[in-house]
């Protein structure tokens, strides 16, 4: 089943935006245009890693079916 994983690049993409969320923790931005932009990039991350659990809960189910019909016969 072809997909739509995450690459590494955009792991680290996600992984660096919840550093600059712990880091704004105690002063989140003050700027309008800053913190909509962050909640902008916050909504994209949360978009990308909800289909990418998606897709590796399809893919798990995929598996689990094949393997019930596994005859054991290579």
Do not use: K, S, Y
Request: net charge negative; with cysteine; hydrophobic share 45%.
């Amino acid at each position: 089943m072809a997909g739509i994983e995450l690459e590494p690049p955009r792991l680290e993409e996600i992984r660096d935006l919840l550093a600059e969320l712990v880091a704004h923790q105690h002063r989140p931005p003050t700027d309008v245009t800053e913190l909509a932009a962050l909640l902008g990039r916050c909504r994209h991350a949360l978009t990308d890693v909800l289909n990418d659990r998606d897709h590796l809960a399809a893919i798990f189910a995929e598996t689990a079916e094949e393997l019930t019909l596994w005859t054991g016969a290579l």
